[in-house]
């Protein structure tokens, strides 16, 4: 692979599309099909986790490297392979302007670049990514380094819409570009509304609720207020799902029609979940997802029923 071709395989996402699916192509319904998530190979933390000093503690990531090249390896093992393999945030530890950025990002990209050249790769953005209150400084490293902080593409006949949850976090540093992403978010939800489409859904880091709409504000979801604003005004669109990483473990709830999906992280592990990726399978009539440890999916891969899901029509 040219250093040419290596770059773009992180810059798929540009003008807020993604280069890899044609909309023409893409808008119509053609039968199920499958995608992987996965979430916080967050190059760095568990060496940092594990001395306690998660600010400035990633001074060695050998144990995320094997991980997050296991996961490529099982990924490339899928028959039928996956439409795409989207990367829901937290690519590495170090935030913007600490050691190790540089040097674990170089990392992180070398291990993705084995994945097969068939299955796109979306790249969605992390706090850790663009920093706990973003600046227009962090997000323009951010797309120079991986591609835009926000977009929207057609596959299947499935809208797919990625969105910068930090600008939903804190954006007071940077309001002028979160109103940005508000005003895109509209007019892609007035598109969807028109456009005849299977299902949409909706990649973020931060969930907007771990298990229930209500719940108290937390340092792994969004507040009260926005949770609520953001996902009444998803579902008035029609959207039926949004998947998301942050936690470190498996979580999710519904609200009204809305599926909220928490997966646990490639890396470090913060509960008794294990380290691994989420296989989705979307069909005309519904969005079915299993997560499966990294160990699982490289030996068994996808089940019997999941398979069977997509070979209907």
């Given amino acids: 692979m040219s250093a040419a071709e290596a770059s773009g395989v992180f810059h798929r996402a540009r003008g807020r599309t ?19 998530q996965g979430a916080d190979p967050q190059f760095g933390l568990m060496k940092a986790w594990s001395t306690g000093d998660c600010d400035s503690g990633g001074d060695e ?15 490339n093992k899928l028959n039928p392979k996956p439409k795409f393999f989207v990367l829901c945030g937290d690519l590495i530890h170090a935030m913007p302007g600490m050691p190790w950025r540089k040097e674990q990002t170089e990392d992180l990209q070398r291990v993705l670049r084995a ?23 962090t997000i323009k490293e951010f797309c120079q380094t991986w591609g835009d902080d926000y977009f929207s593409f057609w596959a299947g006949g499935v809208l797919f819409l990625v969105l910068n949850s930090q600008f939903l ?26 456009w005849q489409y299977q299902h949409a859904i909706v990649f973020q880091h931060i969930p907007l609720f771990l298990q229930s709409i209500d719940e108290d504000d937390d340092y792994f979801n969004l507040t009260k207020s926005v949770r609520k604003e953001v ?5 008035k669109s029609g959207i039926k799902a949004v998947f998301s990483g942050h936690y470190h473990r498996n979580a999710g709830g519904t609200y009204q029609d809305l599926d909220m999906v928490v997966s646990s992280a490639i890396g470090c592990q913060l509960g008794r979940d294990t380290h691994g990726l989420r296989i989705v399978v979307v069909t005309a009539e519904k969005i ?17 029923d999941l398979m069977d899901l997509m070979k209907k029509t």
């Fill in 18 to 36: 993604l280069d890899a699916f044609p909309a023409e192509k893409e808008r119509e319904w053609k039968g199920p099909f499958y995608f992987i």
């Fill in 61 to 75: 990531w050998e144990q995320e490297i094997r991980l997050t090249e296991q996961a490529v390896q099982a990924i």
């Fill in 115 to 137: 994945v097969d050249k068939e299955i796109p790769l979306v790249i969605v953005s992390g706090n850790h990514d663009v920093g706990n209150v973003p600046t227009a400084e």
């Fill in 169 to 194: 976090y804190d954006a007071s540093r940077c309001p002028d570009l979160k109103q940005a992403q508000d005003q895109w978010l509209d007019q892609q939800l007035n598109i969807a509304r028109q």
């Fill in 231 to 235: 996902a009444d005004k998803l579902i």
């Fill in 288 to 304: 079915i997802h299993r997560y499966y440890s990294l160990e699982e999916l490289s030996e068994k891969g996808i089940e019997d």
